[in-house]
């Protein structure tokens, strides 16, 4: 049965959204799709074979061995009580800025995040120290809830990341490049947040934290550099050739463990099985995810989808800016009702060889992309990071948006300066002879 590429593409997205529609999980709803798509241009015993084949060797990659390593690490950042020490050591060098506390907030957020990887850990694991605090000190709740919910993400784009990894195996690009590509634009997502807490906080006079003794600092500092090392440990280790990026995920479950048991004391050898087996739930998901999204990239391969739709783009316009902004509108969308892990395995096979067509390296486009869905986890309806930081504060949803909207500009702006600006992604990368 002959087909043309717009009928594979309609069958292909109508049937995967229907899914969605219907409450089907994204992994099944991947599967169904591409293997109904795949049957209508052969045999269905033979689709079905493709399919299963590729589900196996679409996880079958050295690299993605990562994966579970930085989930678990994350699990035992979580359950180790590295947040406090975290907010504490941020204190100190923000604390006394207008809207101290929530700068804090934003700069434990983000050391927290880099090292968890997790928006929505870091969302409740620092927000439920840090609202109730600013809310004691005349903060306004929303105000501080608004911050927290803004600078979650940050972990999704500074390493130790998961989704880091998994675009680089999926586009076929440097991870170490990836990993490394990540430390300015996540940064630069912190200090656009932190700009617009200055502003407000200015503007109705929070206050600030007082100078902490010469003692108590030097305590603060050195109680939290161990934590602080693990960021040392895998870039230095990474950098240095000492180890690769795979490996140092496990580096970091073994330091993390080290950290947890011998010097802060906060998790028992008790504790293990229960944190193994949050980290093995977690693992699992992600996993079968990227197997059921490696059906649904060969069936875009296969009938020269991606082709397809990049062609219909540059017929809009042959204006790489004008292209590339389109993209960030797309993704913005997509974003907003989709998590970040299926919409990457799902989008970046398709607009990958759109930049590539107009000279964009694979890093830059990845960590471009990842900022953008990024900030889908703070937007609604399906926002994580979003719901579980409104959780933590004790506000509704609908309540937080006026809030937050100055957020989504700063950070809009850190995003448009990252993908029209190559420097701020490539820059480390090519220091370290990853590009």
């Not at 430390?183 to 200090?191: A, E, Q, V």
Request: with cysteine; glycine share 8%.
């Amino acid at each position: 049965m002959t087909m043309s590429v717009v009928q594979v593409g309609l069958i292909l997205i109508g049937t995967f959204f229907l899914l969605l529609a219907l409450s089907v999980p994204v992994s099944i709803s991947l599967i169904v799709s591409s293997v109904l798509t795949t049957a209508c241009v052969m045999d269905l015993d033979l689709a079905t074979f493709v399919a299963s084949q590729k589900m196996i060797t679409g996880v079958d990659s050295f690299s993605l061995i990562a994966v579970p390593f930085f989930i678990l690490c994350g699990v035992l950042m979580n359950s180790g009580g590295i947040a406090q020490k975290l907010i504490n050591f941020a204190k100190l060098f923000v604390g006394f800025i207008p809207g101290g506390l929530a700068h804090t907030n934003i700069l434990g957020s983000t050391l927290f995040g880099s090292i968890s990887g997790s928006s929505v850990a870091a969302s409740i694991a620092v927000g439920g120290v840090m609202i109730p605090l600013e809310e004691k000190e005349g903060y306004d709740r929303k105000f501080a809830a608004a911050a927290n919910i803004a600078s979650a993400p940050t972990g999704l784009i500074i390493p130790p990341s998961g989704i880091l990894i998994i675009y680089a195996v999926l586009s076929g690009c440097s991870v170490v490049g990836m990993i490394m590509s990540g430390y300015i634009p996540g940064f630069m997502w912190c200090i656009a947040c932190m700009m617009v807490a200055f502003v407000i906080a200015k503007k109705n006079k929070y206050p600030t934290t007082k100078a902490v003794p010469a003692r108590v600092f030097i305590h603060t500092f050195i109680d939290a550099v161990p934590s602080l090392l693990l960021i040392v440990i895998i870039v230095g280790g990474v950098c240095s050739g000492i180890f690769t990026a795979t490996e140092s995920a496990a580096v970091a479950v073994a330091y993390t463990l080290f950290l947890s048991i011998v010097c802060y004391r906060t998790i028992k050898i008790k504790d293990l099985p229960a944190i193994l087996c949050d980290a093995c739930e977690t693992t699992a998901v992600i996993m079968f995810l990227i197997a059921a999204s490696s059906i649904m990239s060969f069936v875009m391969s296969f009938t020269g989808l991606p082709a397809a739709i990049g062609k219909a783009m540059l017929s809009i316009s042959s204006n790489p800016y004008v292209v590339l902004l389109m993209i960030n509108i797309i993704f913005l969308v997509v974003g907003t009702f989709m998590d970040i892990t299926p919409a990457v395995l799902i989008f970046a096979p398709i607009f990958l060889p759109v930049v590539k067509s107009f000279g964009m390296h694979p890093i830059h486009f990845g960590i471009m992309m990842i900022m953008n869905l990024g900030i889908g986890n703070i937007t609604p309806p399906v926002g994580s990071a979003l719901f579980s930081g409104c959780s933590v504060a004790g506000i509704d949803m609908e309540d937080m948006i006026k809030p937050i909207l100055p957020f989504y500009g700063a950070i809009f702006a850190a995003l448009m300066l990252v993908a029209y600006v190559p420097w701020f992604s490539m820059v480390i990368p090519t220091l370290v002879g990853a590009v």
